[in-house]
């Protein structure tokens, strides 16, 4: 398949968090087309994990959607050239008061490939030590544990919509079992 040939970007708004642009593409067959694109500066998750295999989820507001959501602890980068570790291993103590020498990177995740440029590095977190929650002004998150099957099942039942979430709890459940596997060999 072709890429399609950027000819144009004009801003069209400038954001605390995104910005909004307009791109205009030179597609295949030679044609103009004009694309909204955010873009914003990446952000890291992660999926800690106590000491009875719970994993620490924070449920708070989330106003795109004006709902409150079930997901791992994430947070945006400082800027573009932040660490995604670094942002990764800061959101893991500022939402839930635990910190950890044990992170490791599981898996990236586009969240919306069609219109944003937002990638988001999606990290595990074991032997957590308990530290001290420090929350954002406009921050309001409940902590809650839950075991994988358990989060599981709020996927499959459509309770927890929220991607990130789904693929790093579904990819460290995958983590999980490759560890049994190679455990028996």
């Known amino acids: 398949m072709e890429k399609f040939k950027i000819i144009g970007k004009k801003l069209e708004h400038k954001g ?3 910005d909004f642009y ?23 998750a992660v999926v800690p994990v106590d000491a009875d295999g719970k994993i620490l989820m924070v449920r708070q507001y989330r106003g795109a959607i004006d709902d ?12 573009e ?6 942002c990764a291993t800061r959101e893991l103590e500022e939402e839930t008061g635990y910190r950890s020498d044990d992170i490791h990177h599981l898996i ?14 999606v990290y595990y977190a074991e032997n957590l030590i308990p530290s001290k929650q420090n929350l954002d002004e406009d921050e309001f998150v409940n902590i809650e ?4 099957p358990e989060i599981e099942k709020m996927i499959y039942s459509g309770e927890i919509t929220d991607a ?15 560890r049994e596997k190679a455990r028996q060999i």
């Open 16 to 18: 605390a968090i995104v």
């Open 22 to 44: 307009t791109l205009d593409l030179e597609v295949p067959n030679g044609n103009i087309a004009h694309w909204d694109h955010i873009e914003h500066k990446g952000a890291a």
């Open 68 to 79: 409150i959501m079930l997901e791992i602890p994430a947070g945006g980068r400082d800027s």
């Open 81 to 86: 050239g932040e660490d995604f570790l670094v």
């Open 108 to 121: 990236d995740v586009n969240t919306a490939a069609a219109y944003t440029s937002e990638l988001i590095a």
């Open 145 to 148: 544990r839950y075991s994988i």
């Open 164 to 178: 990130k979430t789904i693929a790093g709890v579904l990819a460290y459940k995958n983590l999980l079992s490759e």
